[in-house]
């Protein structure tokens, strides 16, 4: 009788499962970029991520950005992995020893029991986190996707579980009839011990590079599959910011503006595509089909219109500059930024649709991921509110809500939904997406300037520029427009005005510029408030992003040199 290591028998399924669930969860993840069936960790994620509290979730979007989705991506994925592991451990202890059969191929045990994992999956963990059994209720997909789809999908990956698993098994013997519950006999127990120890190895080294590639996988693939849609967000004045042309009315402005030293502002006035801050609901941006999509306009009383979207483009064109800033931005964050639009005002499209009925309170629209949002019904009627199919003069990219997304003035971006596929008007209150997580209903900006120029904690020296020192930035209090941004370099005790460029319009942010010209070295801190253009200035009150977005001054360390 050979004395075999119990703890050795359990790891020994577990890293073979483990190695077959990385094969499959990767096929998997393939199909999902291509919007061919849901990613189970990516769902299970998403599900966890509407139960956590704000006062969680907040602090790691603001510190890890868009990783935290992908952290928590590679967590879930681990998980999936481990319990392939487990899938495994039950395969060899209980379904192996009762499938002695010589009517049935060993190959096609595995893949038989492929279908447990297939079933696990598709009726106990997707329901679990709302994405209904085998995920035909997924929304990665669009209208012309067939449901069928999906569990074939997630049934062509497990059949690759079964595959791998069966050629990690092939050299054991675990269907030997007549041996039920024994994997080898007592003559070949030090040879398959030995086969297993140097399978441990190779799979510690396999396991090793799979969960590498699929951790870059995760982090880079959806990059590399935009590129030239969007990068990470860049504070208004960067250096790396990317000018989408001639700043616009330069020679109107102001002399300071002239200056070489405010050269990365002045071309950042107007955000770049690939510098648009993104923030969304989703792990991976969805993908669109524009030729199938269509948008549903519909009335209080079902009545309405559907849209392609060449018909869309058909109607009446309007383009507008409009600041976005995110309700999570920090003061001095860089969640912000500013672009032309251009697509159909929302009014005149209503008005095609059939008009809009008395009694209207709000216009909720409806995204292809799930999201949605309510935004009440006088502000979506203003002349400047549009349907934007067109950014920067180009389509509206796939990170930025391709092909449609609304662009609702002097809200945070979150009233400003993306991949718009649905538009209903309601005569009662909606709570939308983040609203039913405690966010702000109404949604308004907070009037706040920036201070980008010089970057905090740069060093300055009195010996160049004559001794000046240029401050700028930009200051944004939506669509009330900045009347007056002001400077402190003496922790608050005076202010004195900066000169003003003006606005590309009045929904847009207002650069701001102030020569300084200090009288000795030493450590500074600048402080900024802006005015609004109802007179109204900014709170130095200190608050929390949660749920009104943050107030209070923007502050930035200089230090002087002689």
């Known amino acids: 009788m050979v004395s075999r290591n119990r703890g050795s028998s359990i790891l020994a399924p577990l890293e073979k499962g483990a190695f077959a669930g990385i094969v499959s969860l990767g096929f998997l993840f393939v199909l999902r970029l291509g919007s061919l069936a849901p990613f189970p960790p990516e769902s299970a994620l998403e599900a966890f991520l509407k139960i956590i509290p704000e006062s969680v979730q907040e602090p790691s979007v603001q510190i890890l950005g868009d990783f935290a989705g992908q952290l928590g991506l590679i967590v879930a994925t681990l998980i999936a992995i481990i319990i392939y592991g487990v899938f495994a451990l039950i395969f060899e202890k209980y379904y192996a020893p009762r499938m002695l059969s010589r009517g049935i191929s060993r190959f096609e045990k595995f893949l038989i029991y492929s279908l447990i994992p297939w079933l696990f999956f598709g009726i106990i963990v997707l329901p679990a986190v709302g994405v209904s059994f085998f995920g035909i209720s997924s929304g990665i997909g669009n209208s012309s996707t067939a ?332 669509d009330r427009g900045i009347s007056k941004v002001e400077v402190s370099t003496d922790n608050g005790k005076s202010w004195q005005s900066a000169t003003l460029k003006q606005s590309l319009a009045s929904n847009t942010w207002t650069l701001w510029a102030y020569a300084w010209s200090p009288t000795q070295t030493g450590s500074y801190t600048i402080l900024a408030r802006a005015t609004d253009g109802t007179g109204a200035v900014q709170t130095s009150q200190n608050t929390d992003t949660f749920p009104n977005g943050a107030t209070g001054y923007a502050m930035s360390p200089v230090s002087v040199l002689s």
């Open 147 to 478: 449901i069928w789809l999906f569990p074939l999908s997630l049934l062509l990956a497990n059949f690759v579980y079964g595959i791998v698993l069966s050629w990690e098994y092939s050299d054991t013997k675990i269907f030997v009839a007549g041996k039920a519950g024994s994997s080898v006999s007592t003559s070949t127990a030090p040879r398959v011990r030995e086969s297993q120890a140097v399978s441990r190895r190779s799979f510690i080294e396999k396991g090793g590079v799979a969960i590498a590639a699929l951790a870059l996988m995760v982090t880079s693939v959806d990059s590399l599959l935009t590129a030239g849609s969007t990068t990470a967000p860049q504070n208004p004045g960067s250096s790396n910011s990317t000018s989408v042309g001639t700043p616009i009315n330069l020679g109107q402005a102001p002399a300071i503006f002239d200056d070489p030293r405010l050269a990365g502002l002045v071309d950042s006035e107007v955000t770049a595509n690939d510098n648009f801050y993104r923030v969304a609901i989703d792990i991976f941006d969805p993908s669109v089909d524009a030729s199938t999509w269509t948008l549903q306009v519909a009335g209080v009383n079902g009545s309405g219109k559907t849209y392609s979207l060449a018909q869309l483009q058909a109607l009446p064109k309007t383009t507008e500059y409009n600041t976005f800033e995110c309700v999570s931005n920090l003061i001095n964050g860089n969640l912000v930024s500013n672009a032309k639009w251009g697509g159909v005002k929302i009014s005149d499209l209503l008005s095609d649709a059939g008009g809009v009925p008395q009694g209207t309170q709000n216009v909720v629209f409806y995204s292809v991921d799930g999201y949605s949002v309510a935004v009440p019904f006088a502000t979506a009627m203003h002349s400047d509110s549009i349907a934007a199919y067109e950014m920067n003069g180009v389509s509206l990219p796939q990170k930025h809500g391709y092909p449609l997304r609304a662009v609702i003035p002097g809200l945070y971006g979150m009233m400003s939904a993306k991949w718009v596929r649905k538009v209903q008007l309601v005569n009662s209150s909606y709570q939308g997406y983040w609203q039913t997580r405690g966010w702000s209903d109404v949604g308004y900006v907070q009037t706040v300037a920036f201070i980008t120029v010089p970057v905090g904690g740069a060093q300055s020296s009195l010996s160049q520029n004559k001794g000046t020192i240029l401050l700028g930035g930009v200051a944004y209090a939506g």
